[in-house]
């Protein structure tokens, strides 16, 4: 559930599509390209992280109560996924996400999960995936309010579905929609309401 939170106007907020292979960070990671080549604000830093395979949306804030809010795992904000996978999931697999996933370092809060067609406003991955022509493969959309290190691909890999490409489009109310790959936009004041 969604707290109800006050941003101030001195307080900068940014929606970021991060493409494949950027690395959630500001400072030089030698060849590797970081949110510096992206988002040219200063003083801002990211609110929770996305694997540098992973695509999506990243939320950014130079405050930290706001940062606190969104990413402590106490306050439970959902966060959506689509989820490439290998091989087609059957009721069984499905109810394992649905219902929390036992793994070596913890078990997966529950998650809501279906599948959907491939997303209409997807863009081409660079570097493709890789494809099989024997194995098939189909898309997922998973909403989390945990977030741990690479929780999705392990969940989806112990039920026998191996996450292919990965894509947050949702944090809280914020989504993707209107937001090209690689772009940012710069949220004004506003007031967060419970829900979500």
Not at 166 to 174: E, K, N, S, T, V
Request: glycine residues 8%; hydrophobic residues 40%; charged residues 25%.
């Amino acid at each position: 559930m969604i707290r109800s939170v006050l941003v101030p106007g001195d307080v900068k907020v940014v929606l970021f599509n991060k493409p494949y292979g950027v690395i959630c960070q500001f400072s030089p990671a030698g060849e590797k390209r970081t949110l510096k080549d992206f988002v040219p604000h200063r003083d801002i830093y990211p609110v929770g992280r996305l694997d540098t395979d992973s695509e999506g949306l990243l939320l950014l804030t130079n405050d930290g109560a706001l940062q606190n809010e969104v990413s402590h795992p106490d306050r439970k904000w959902p966060k959506g996924y689509w989820a490439q996978v290998e091989n087609s999931p059957n009721e069984t697999a499905l109810a394992r996400l649905r219902n929390g996933v036992k793994l070596k370092e913890f078990v997966s809060a529950p998650a809501a999960v279906r599948e959907i067609a491939e997303p209409a406003e997807l863009w081409t991955r660079s570097p493709p995936i890789r494809t099989r022509r024997n194995i098939p493969t189909c898309w997922l959309d998973i909403t989390l309010t945990e977030g741990k290190n690479r929780q999705i691909r392990k969940m989806t890999a112990a039920v026998g579905l191996p996450t292919l490409r990965l894509i947050r489009y949702r944090i809280g109310p914020w989504t993707l929609s209107g937001l090209a790959l690689g772009s940012y936009r710069v949220l004004p004041a506003f007031s967060l309401v419970a829900g979500g």
